[in-house]
T-cell receptor, first 116, second 116 residues
Framework: DQQVKQNSPSLSVQEGRISILNCDYT??????FLWYKKYPAEGPTFLIS?????DKNEDGRFTVFLNKSAKHLSLHIVPSQPGDSAVYFC???????????????FGKGTLLTVNP | DTGVSQDPRHKITKRGQNVTFRCDPI?????LYWYRQTLGQGPEFLTY????????KSRLLSDRFSAERPKGSFSTLEIQRTEQGDSAMYLC??????????????FGPGTRLTVL
C-alpha cells in the first residue's frame, strides 16, 4: 500500500509563477516530512522539511505547508525558475520507539517543468 | 567534496553474478541508509546502520542481499546471484543522530545496476 501519495505525475508552470506540489499520506504515525528534488542520474537533494508540530516552514523561495487533519502537505515554490525543473519527492518518517526518526517513506514523485 | 559518495556509479552484470557496492557517508554522520529506486517509483528503504550496528532490514532485502558497515564508516551492499529484477538505482544516504537537522538524510549519487 502506498503510504505517501503524490497524485500528480507532472506539473508545468511558467517562469516567475508559483509552483504547488501536493502530497497526501495515510499513516497517522508519520510526524516528520521532507521534500527532495532529483535531477536525472543524481541522488535526491534535500530541500526543506517540517515537523508535525508545525503547519508551515519557509526557506527562501520554498515553503512547505502541513495540514495534519487532512493528512496533506504541499510545497510552494515562488517564484519558479527554469532551474527548478526536476522530479520532486515527498517523504515521511514516523517516530519509532527509540524516539528518533529513521527510514523515509517516499511518494512516486512529481516532475516539475518550469518554462522560460 | 564532503557529501555522500558511492562507487561504482554504474554496474552492468550478467544474471547469476555477485556484485558489491560501496558507500562513504558524510564523515560526522552516525546513521547510514540504503534505498533502492526503480523506474517511476520513489526510493524504497532497504536497511540502515547506526555506527556499525545494522538496526533494521526491510522485507525487500532478501537473503541474497547483505550489507555491512564494519568500522562504522563506509558501508558495502552485496547482491549474490543477481536477478534481472535487481536492476535498479541503489542509493545510500546518511544522517546525524542528534542535534539540528538530525532527521534529514543526505543522499549520494547512487549506483545504477543493470542485470542482463
Amino acid at each position: 500500500d502506498q503510504q505517501v501519495k503524490q497524485n500528480s505525475p507532472s506539473l508545468s508552470v511558467q517562469e516567475g509563477r508559483i509552483s504547488i506540489l501536493n502530497c497526501d499520506y495515510t499513516n497517522s504515525m508519520f510526524d516528520y516530512f521532507l521534500w527532495y528534488k532529483k535531477y536525472p542520474a543524481e541522488g535526491p537533494t534535500f530541500l526543506i522539511s517540517i515537523s508535525s508540530i508545525k503547519d508551515k516552514n519557509e526557506d527562501g523561495r520554498f515553503t512547505v505547508f502541513l495540514n495534519k487533519s487532512a493528512k496533506h502537505l504541499s510545497l510552494h515554490i515562488v517564484p519558479s525558475q527554469p532551474g527548478d525543473s526536476a522530479v520532486y519527492f515527498c517523504a515521511a518518517s514516523d517516530n519509532n520507539s527509540g524516539g528518533s526518526n529513521y527510514k523515509l517513506t517516499f511518494g512516486k514523485g512529481t516532475l516539475l517543468t518550469v518554462n522560460p | 567534496d564532503t557529501g555522500v559518495s558511492q562507487d561504482p556509479r554504474h554496474k552492468i552484470t550478467k544474471r547469476g553474478q555477485n556484485v558489491t557496492f560501496r558507500c562513504d557517508p558524510i564523515s560526522e554522520h552516525n546513521r547510514l541508509y540504503w534505498y533502492r529506486q526503480t523506474l517511476g517509483q520513489g526510493p524504497e528503504f532497504l536497511t540502515y546502520f547506526q555506527n556499525e550496528a545494522q538496526l533494521e532490514k526491510s522485507r525487500l532485502l532478501s537473503d541474497r542481499f547483505s550489507a555491512e558497515r564494519p568500522k562504522g564508516s563506509f558501508s558495502t551492499l552485496e547482491i549474490q546471484r543477481t536477478e534481472q529484477g535487481d536492476s535498479a538505482m541503489y542509493l545510500c544516504a546518511s544522517s546525524r543522530t542528534q542535534g539540528a537537522a538530525y532527521n534529514e538524510q543526505f543522499f549520494g549519487p547512487g549506483t545504477r545496476l543493470t542485470v542482463l
